[in-house]
């Protein structure tokens, strides 16, 4: 009987080890999101977003989105204050990466967006779409299916203005 008790303490252990080893890959993810869409963003300042530049990037960050989804099932970014949350999870940065979070999110909220939302597999050409949202040329705020004909099809948009309305309701 004490072998059986100590049998379901190591898989405890185990357990344990386990949600803490996923934490830290999918915080790991996290960052490599958050550092991925600032890169592009800033980019897609100085270059058309049909240039070749972006082509590796987006491959990456296309990688990253599709791996959290494969452990998660799902992918939702949403920026709250001055922090992102990956799927409930307050995205950890250091130090070093403050501004960078700082200025995504300023980015993010003059266009409107308050973050994203996948339930499936994110194809190249769907952040390629996304990231035309916060092209030099575009002037229009994008939608939760994004901005003129370059329409976002499994992910969703979160309307910054909608979050910030929800989050100033809860205070009150």
């Not at 830290?24 to 890169?39: C, D, F, H, N, P």
């Not at 308050?114 to 190249?124: A, D, E, I, R």
């Not at 575009?138 to 309307?159: F, I, T």
């Amino acid at each position: 009987m004490a072998e059986n008790l100590q049998i379901q303490s190591a898989g405890e252990e185990n357990l344990d080890q386990f949600g803490r080893e996923h934490n830290e890959k999918l915080q790991a993810l996290a960052r490599t999101i958050v550092s991925g869409l600032y890169m592009l963003i800033r980019s897609v300042k100085m270059y058309d977003p049909e240039n070749q530049i972006f082509d590796k990037p987006l491959a990456q960050l296309e990688d990253t989105i599709n791996q959290v989804i494969r452990r998660d099932g799902k992918l939702d970014l949403i920026g709250i204050k001055q922090s992102f949350y990956l799927n409930g999870m307050l995205v950890k940065v250091d130090m070093a990466a403050l501004d960078n979070v700082r200025e995504l999110l300023e980015e993010m909220r003059a266009k409107d967006v308050g973050g994203f939302t996948l339930l499936k597999p994110v194809q190249n050409a769907e952040l390629r779409n996304f990231v035309w949202i916060y092209a030099k040329e575009q002037q229009d705020d994008a939608d939760e299916d994004g901005v003129g004909g370059r329409k976002l099809v499994s992910m969703k948009l979160a309307k910054y203005s909608k979050l910030k309305e929800k989050i100033e309701n809860e205070k009150d």
